[in-house]
């Protein structure tokens, strides 16, 4: 451990930056993919191609990350972070076309995947006694980011800046964090964990590989449904911006005052409730139009508030011996299912509205009813977590009374 809290403090705080880089690169990819298609003449089913790498490069780089995680430590992967941040946002600020967005949005998701196989063990490590608490706080800044990169899209967007400069902007919080990356010291590899031969022997338990497949359907109900938001939201009458603003600052206030809420209903308990709500949310704001999509989206945000950073709780606390590559693999193949999903959900949009068109609607009604029957596709995935939380609620009430998620 750090030998200060006031150290301690420092190296959350640059995690909790580090995130919000990550985030932002979400928030304003998806308030620039309409320019991207208009600049270079891109398909729905092109921009899901380069939105999918990003979401490729996330899991490729906490897969590694997990591997090497008790040989390098924590800051080496942020510092990793760091420069792939950099080369990815400098290389994308000067793409010319398809593939070279491609390659720059691979390094984003590579830097974003380092964040998280550095940032979510090490926290861990921080705060032993917390886990579950201090995880959905430092994933605050996920959605907080989102937050703060949608506005910035948006107004930057109404301002008629260009894309370019949207991109730019990311690059201030990167070179903070990565300034405090250097500088710090970070605390030793927590050695009762730190075996990858037992880590990886233990990622064959069956409820980790249980996790795993529902950690693929939380993701994509999440990141799949926000990555799109303008796409899908852009005709409805409401602003997507503003609803991902909603959407995400309801997420972050949510997560910060996470503890009790665990606490009182436990980790299973509380992903069961998000699931009904997620499917309960995308399936309102499928049938909504103009005013209804905003409370249509609060539903929708109570539901996937607690997803990512509770999963992460439950195998951290559950399956404790996965040690850092748990943590890694988790994220990991959250992002790779959204990274195999995105292509799909650009051509459900493409041939959404290609049918409408030739059923002759307008070119306006083409996009809405496109945007809604893609979320009623979308609907799918939290329906399915329904009875699977279910199960592994009244498993987890059969087998032993849940731990009480160290949410103090």
């Known amino acids: 451990m750090p030998e200060t809290s ?7 705080i640059a995690c909790c930056i580090a995130l919000t880089v990550t985030a932002m690169t979400f928030a304003i990819r998806a308030g620039i993919l309409s320019q991207l298609g208009r600049d270079f003449a891109l398909t729905d089913g092109e921009l899901g191609w380069i939105n999918s790498m990003a979401f490729l490069g996330f899991p490729l780089a906490t897969l590694i990350g997990g591997a090497i995680y008790n040989a390098i430590g ?16 400098i290389l994308t600020i000067n793409a010319s076309g398809f593939w070279s967005l491609l390659i720059s949005t691979f390094f984003i998701g590579f830097a974003n995947g380092a964040v998280e196989a550095g940032c979510n063990p090490l926290i861990t490590t921080l705060y032993p006694d917390k886990k579950t608490t201090m995880l959905n706080r430092f994933h605050v800044w996920f959605p907080g980011g989102i937050v ?14 260009n894309w370019q400069l949207q991109i730019a902007v990311m690059l201030l919080p990167a070179l903070v964090y990565g300034l405090l990356a250097f500088k710090q010291e970070f605390p030793a590899i927590n050695r009762a964990t730190g075996s990858t031969l037992g880590n990886i022997k233990a990622l064959l338990s069956p409820l980790f590989l249980f996790m795993l497949v529902c950690m693929t359907l939380t993701a994509t109900t999440e990141l799949g449904t926000q990555q ?3 796409r899908i939201l852009g005709a409805s009458g409401a602003s997507p911006m503003l609803i991902m603003a909603l959407i995400t600052g309801l997420m972050a206030f949510g997560r910060y005052f996470a503890g009790p809420l665990i606490n009182k209903l436990n980790p299973a308990g509380v992903l069961l409730a998000s699931a009904i709500l997620a499917t309960t949310g995308i399936y309102a704001m499928s ?3 103009d005013w209804t999509v905003y409370p249509a989206a609060i539903l929708f945000a109570l539901g996937v508030t607690y997803f ?3 999963m992460l709780g439950f195998v951290a606390e559950n399956s404790p011996q996965t040690g850092a590559i748990g943590l890694s693999v988790i994220g990991g193949i959250g992002m790779f299912a959204v990274s195999l999903w995105n292509p799909v959900i650009g051509s459900w949009i493409d041939d959404a509205r290609a049918g409408a068109l030739a059923a002759r609607a307008s ?8 945007g809604q029957a893609v979320l009623a596709n979308l609907t799918l995935f939290p329906l399915t977590l329904i009875p699977a939380f279910a199960l592994l609620y009244y498993y987890q009430l059969l087998k032993k009374p849940l731990p009480a998620a160290n949410a103090t």
């Open 6 to 12: 006031h150290q301690t403090s420092r190296l959350f």
């Open 74 to 89: 924590a800051k080496k992967l942020l510092i990793a972070a760091f420069v792939c941040h950099l080369l990815g946002l």
């Open 148 to 161: 703060i990169g949608a506005i910035v899209s948006k107004l930057m967007t109404d301002m008629g800046l």
């Open 228 to 230: 799109w938001i303008e």
């Open 287 to 289: 049938l909504a139009s």
């Open 308 to 310: 990512w950073p509770t």
């Open 363 to 370: 070119a306006a009604e083409a996009e809405l009813l496109a």
